[in-house]
């Protein structure tokens, strides 16, 4: 520990008197200063031992012996040394109860034990502070190296926990905490993720500060490079010393090689995933099989889900892109579930997902879709439940559920409601209206004219299918006038409404336009 009033005053050598502030000896000493100035703070940094002989000071002025104690305390000075025999044969007892009424500790030097003494006393005793705490930082960083060669990251967290004297925690990239140390601090470790993910946010390397007095926290991220790959918690009573400072450095660095590492092991997993997909949807189900392996072949074995995923438009500035914060987002949910997860990018602008039915990773997509929809970073199709076999069919429906959810503008779409909904809503497409309005503009431009209401009429003969009387009451007419409406709609259409494709078209370009909707 650093050296204190109380360590000098028992310094054999130094032969010091405590005369006020006895209950503040415990006070640390970051320096000894001599100034004869009447005025010393301008000089003072705060924790300094003051030694003077009251040279230019009046000290046996009461109110100026109090102004000048006051500045001191002001100035964060812990501690004043006044010298007897030089200027002043005892400490003037102004001085003395300045001193008490402001809490300051004075210490009497005698005239023997010069000042020189005390500054090197007090800079023997930091030097030796400084070097235990680097010797116990550089053991620090041995213990935890070997925690982490031996048994991993879980043990580097354990060990770092008890050489701060405190807690520690470690996060993935999506804020979910992967190991906490001791286990009474899950709680607390877990409340952080909200700000973990604001560290997410800044480029590596970003540290922050958070909690109280009682439990500060400090988050450092992991990462070499811009990106954050993860973060790890210091939570304690008190700010970091020397030696903790060093043990949390070790830490970091230590974690962010294992990190880093299973980047590089997770590039070779998507390389041979990549190489999984490509034989499943080129129908080599039992080559996919042999070549997965036990890394991804129980995924191979139950019903699965394909999704595909775009980005909803360009990422700004630095931000992540979404498709990393998808991928990452649902690697964490597999890891935490004890899933298996097959993970593909397909260049920049696709992410390609083999994830089981009903697991956790397609609840993460969902839930992360959901999250996302009102910033749109992602759009993302998911095929029905299929397996090896029906792979690339699985492919065409979740390429299918991810068109229609970019028209739609959501953020995820299942097939599923492609095939239990409507037909209508895939008719929202530009294109689609664009034909419509096309081949129902001249029926509109006839009734503009004032002379017949042949879109309504063509609408209530399609929905009657074809029944005369029927649609006829539908529209308040005889029947010969909705006969004579419709041979009308064939000569202006040049198309005869005997064709069931015709009809068809028809029927779909109302649907599109929404003139089925007129006079309901």
């Not at 000290?59 to 002043?88: C, S």
């Amino acid at each position: 520990m650093p050296p204190t009033l109380a360590s000098l005053v028992q310094h054999s050598a130094l032969k010091l008197t405590v005369r006020a502030g006895e209950d503040r000896l415990d006070t640390p000493v970051r320096w000894a200063h001599v100034s004869e100035l009447a005025d010393p703070v301008p000089y003072m940094e705060g924790g300094e031992l003051l030694l003077t002989t009251a040279l230019t000071l009046d000290a046996e002025d009461p109110e100026a012996t109090r102004r000048y104690v006051r500045r001191l305390v002001g100035a964060g000075v812990v501690g004043l040394g006044f010298a007897i025999g030089v200027n002043y044969e005892d400490i003037p007892q102004a001085l003395v109860d300045a001193a008490r009424e402001e809490g300051l500790p004075l210490l009497e030097v005698p005239r023997r034990t010069p000042f020189l003494a005390i500054s090197k006393a007090v800079s023997a005793a930091i030097a030796a502070d400084q070097y235990r705490a680097v010797t116990a930082g550089f053991e620090a960083q041995r213990e935890l190296t070997r925690a982490a060669l031996a048994e991993g990251p879980d043990a580097v967290v354990a060990r770092l926990a008890a050489h701060v004297d405190g807690w520690a925690a470690l996060y993935d990239a999506s804020g979910a905490v992967l190991a906490v140390s001791p286990d009474w601090a899950a709680r607390r470790a877990a409340r952080l993720t909200a700000d973990v993910e604001r560290l997410r946010e800044r480029p590596a390397p970003a540290s922050a500060v958070v909690g109280g007095t009682d439990d500060r926290v400090e988050l450092q991220s992991l990462g070499s490079g811009r990106r954050v790959r993860g973060a790890l918690a210091v939570g304690t009573g008190a700010p970091l010393g020397t030696a903790e400072r060093y043990a949390v450095h070790s830490a970091i660095a230590l974690l962010t090689l294992t990190t880093e590492r299973s980047r590089s092991l997770q590039a070779a997993e998507q390389r041979l995933g990549a190489a999984v997909l490509r034989m499943l949807l080129s129908g080599q189900p039992d080559h996919a099989r042999a070549v997965a392996g036990d890394l991804y072949g129980g995924l191979l074995d139950a019903p699965f889900r394909l999704l595909i995923a775009d980005p909803a438009g360009v990422a700004a500035g630095d931000a992540e892109p979404p498709l990393h914060v998808l991928a990452e987002a649902l690697e964490s949910a597999a890891a935490r579930a004890g899933e298996t997860v097959l993970v593909v990018p397909e260049g920049e602008d696709r992410l390609v997902v083999l994830a089981g039915d009903g697991g956790a990773v397609v609840a993460a997509c969902e839930g992360y879709a959901a999250r996302e929809a009102e910033d749109a970073g992602v759009v993302v199709g998911l095929s029905a439940p299929s397996g090896p076999i029906a792979a690339s069919a699985a492919y065409k429906q979740a390429e299918q559920a991810l068109s229609v959810a970019r028209r739609r503008g959501r953020a995820l779409v299942e097939h599923e409601e492609l095939a239990a909904g409507s037909v209508l809503p895939l008719l929202a497409d530009d294109a689609v209206r664009a034909f419509a309005d096309g081949m129902l503009r001249a029926l509109r431009e006839h009734d503009a004219t004032g002379r017949g209401d042949l879109v309504a009429s063509l609408r209530a003969w399609l929905s009657r299918h074809g029944q005369w009387d029927a649609a006829a009451a539908d529209l308040g007419v005889h029947r010969h006038t909705l006969r004579y409406r419709m041979r009308r709609v064939e000569e202006i259409l040049g198309r005869s409404l005997d064709d069931a494709d015709v009809r068809m078209e028809l029927w779909l370009a109302l649907k599109a336009t929404g003139a089925d909707t007129e006079g309901s």
